[in-house]
């Protein structure tokens, strides 16, 4: 299980959050209190836990924390990320272009060497299907055409798989909503949440759950089942 934006630090993990239903816990926290931070909860030990992707600028603001599973049979890991958003200002924009310049590069090497899923917040809606108001969001951070070529590039050229749109290719199907006016009423919504898998691993999904029934937080927890041993 993977979660992101914890606003903790790891101190405050430790003896309250760090195990949670039988499952251990793993996180990267930002150096910056309150802010970021990402977290795994696995029922099987990992072999490794590799914090952070070699990024001096993203590595800080805690945003990659990868449980890898090493067998003789496969290489396989699970990567719980979260994204920037650049919808504070153009200054963040921009360190989000710079996040994903590092980012698929990243992706394309761990893809050489091991099969994977990441789970996260990745805060792109990649097509219009992924967003109520497709066509008043166009210049707005999350559906902007950089953004968007970046996802297309990452499942074309790069060979990774939008698992739940592999899964369900219906309309109105969206995973955060903003705390303004009624957009959850009313479902306004964007899917910013995703499993990037490579192929071998997404072959393997069979079922898809956007969990509505109770509300966290502005996102919904997206689960996804794979028919998949370690």
Same mark, same amino acid.
């Given at each position: 299980m993977g979660v992101q934006?914890?606003?903790?630090?790891?101190?405050?993990m430790r003896g309250t959050l760090d195990t949670v239903a039988g499952l251990q816990g793993h996180f990267h926290c930002a150096e910056k209190k309150g802010y970021s931070g990402v977290g795994l909860f696995v029922k099987k030990a990992p072999s490794a836990v590799i914090t952070g992707f070699g990024s001096d600028e993203f590595d800080a603001e805690g945003r990659w924390v990868e449980a890898r599973y090493d067998t003789p049979r496969r290489k396989f890991s699970v990567v719980s990320c979260y994204f920037p958003s650049g919808s504070s200002g153009e200054d963040r924009q921009a360190a989000k272009f710079r996040f994903l310049a590092q980012m698929y590069p990243h992706l394309m090497r761990l893809k050489a060497e091991r099969e994977f899923v990441l789970v996260g917040d990745v805060n792109i809606a990649h097509q219009a299907i992924d967003l109520k108001n497709w066509r008043s969001n166009q210049k707005n951070s999350g559906f902007l055409p950089e953004e968007r070529d /970046?996802?297309?590039r990452l499942l074309t050229e790069g060979g990774l798989?939008?698992?739940?749109?592999?899964?369900n290719p219906h309309p109105e199907q969206y995973?955060?909503?903003s705390n303004?006016?009624?957009? /959850?009423?009313?479902n306004v919504g964007w899917r910013l949440d995703y499993h990037l898998a490579t192929p071998g691993i997404a072959a393997k999904a069979r079922r898809e759950h956007i969990y509505l029934e109770q509300r966290f937080s502005d996102h919904a927890p997206l689960i996804i089942d794979y028919d998949f041993n370690l």
């Amino acid at each position: 299980m993977g979660v992101q934006e914890l606003k903790a630090q790891a101190a405050d993990m430790r003896g309250t959050l760090d195990t949670v239903a039988g499952l251990q816990g793993h996180f990267h926290c930002a150096e910056k209190k309150g802010y970021s931070g990402v977290g795994l909860f696995v029922k099987k030990a990992p072999s490794a836990v590799i914090t952070g992707f070699g990024s001096d600028e993203f590595d800080a603001e805690g945003r990659w924390v990868e449980a890898r599973y090493d067998t003789p049979r496969r290489k396989f890991s699970v990567v719980s990320c979260y994204f920037p958003s650049g919808s504070s200002g153009e200054d963040r924009q921009a360190a989000k272009f710079r996040f994903l310049a590092q980012m698929y590069p990243h992706l394309m090497r761990l893809k050489a060497e091991r099969e994977f899923v990441l789970v996260g917040d990745v805060n792109i809606a990649h097509q219009a299907i992924d967003l109520k108001n497709w066509r008043s969001n166009q210049k707005n951070s999350g559906f902007l055409p950089e953004e968007r070529d /970046w996802m297309t590039r990452l499942l074309t050229e790069g060979g990774l798989v939008d698992v739940f749109r592999r899964l369900n290719p219906h309309p109105e199907q969206y995973t955060w909503w903003s705390n303004r006016g009624q957009a /959850w009423a009313n479902n306004v919504g964007w899917r910013l949440d995703y499993h990037l898998a490579t192929p071998g691993i997404a072959a393997k999904a069979r079922r898809e759950h956007i969990y509505l029934e109770q509300r966290f937080s502005d996102h919904a927890p997206l689960i996804i089942d794979y028919d998949f041993n370690l």
